[in-house]
Each structure stands twice: as structure tokens, then as C-alpha cells.
């Protein structure tokens, strides 16, 4: 198994930046594709981006895309999440989450995720 723990997240204005990271130990980092996920309050857990193991094959969800960017640096057992041009509607908790025998989809559902940080809050202002 692999711990996570998310940090970063914070309180910006419409139009701003954030930068999340995800700190991963125990198992083996490379081993795990890693996905951030975004829940609001009465919502389900929404998926934002996924990365491959080898940070090469990224997939975004188009609520995210063109705005949000996932890397990973394996050397460090570090997952990221760049999020410019920040919207009111990307309030939400953030989750990091790392999964094995992950394949190439348009989108993921949480439940192809085995291991879970606890969250960070983004709250964007208007």
C-alpha cells in the first residue's frame, strides 16, 4: 500500500493560480498511475486529471482541460496538480490517488483507485 498526503490548496480569486502537491510513501512510486479527483459538498467525486507512471500519457477531464497540468517527479514521490485560470466552480476538496493496472480512458471513475490522500480545500473567490 502507499500513504498520500495532499497539500497546497488554499484561497484565490477568479483568475488565479494554485499549485497541489501529493507526497506518496511506503510501496513504490513508479509502480502507481496517480489521478487528482475534486469534490464539492452533496457532489459526487468528480475526476480532474490522471497521469501515467512514466508522467508521459496524461488525460484531463474537460472541465480541467487547457487550464489545469499533472506532472509527477518519481525521484521525489511527488504528484502535482497546476491549476491557472482558476473558477468559482472548481471549489471543491482535492484528492490524490494512486492505482495499479490503470489503462488509457477518456475519464476514471474513483473506484479504479485503491489508495487515497485526505484532501486539501481550494476555495475560489469571485
Known amino acids: 500500500q502507499v500513504q498520500l498526503v495532499e497539500s497546497g490548496g488554499g484561497l484565490v480569486q477568479a483568475g488565479g493560480s494554485l499549485r497541489l502537491s501529493c507526497t506518496a510513501s511506503g510501496g513504490t512510486f513508479s509502480r502507481y498511475a496517480m489521478g487528482w479527483f475534486r469534490q464539492a459538498p452533496g457532489n459526487e467525486r468528480e475526476f480532474a486529471a490522471v497521469?501515467?507512471?512514466?508522467?508521459?500519457?496524461?488525460v484531463y477531464a474537460d472541465s480541467v482541460k487547457g487550464r489545469f497540468t499533472i506532472s509527477r517527479d518519481n525521484a521525489k514521490n511527488t504528484v502535482y496538480l497546476q491549476m491557472n485560470s482558476l473558477k468559482p466552480e472548481d471549489t471543491a476538496v482535492y484528492y490524490c490517488?494512486?492505482?495499479?493496472?490503470?489503462?488509457?480512458?477518456?475519464?476514471?471513475?474513483?473506484?479504479?483507485?485503491?489508495?487515497w490522500g485526505q484532501g486539501t480545500q481550494v476555495t475560489v473567490s469571485s
Open positions: 490517488a494512486a492505482a495499479r493496472s490503470l489503462y488509457y480512458s477518456s475519464s476514471y471513475s474513483a473506484t479504479d483507485f485503491g489508495s
Open positions: 497521469v501515467s507512471r512514466s508522467g508521459s500519457s496524461p
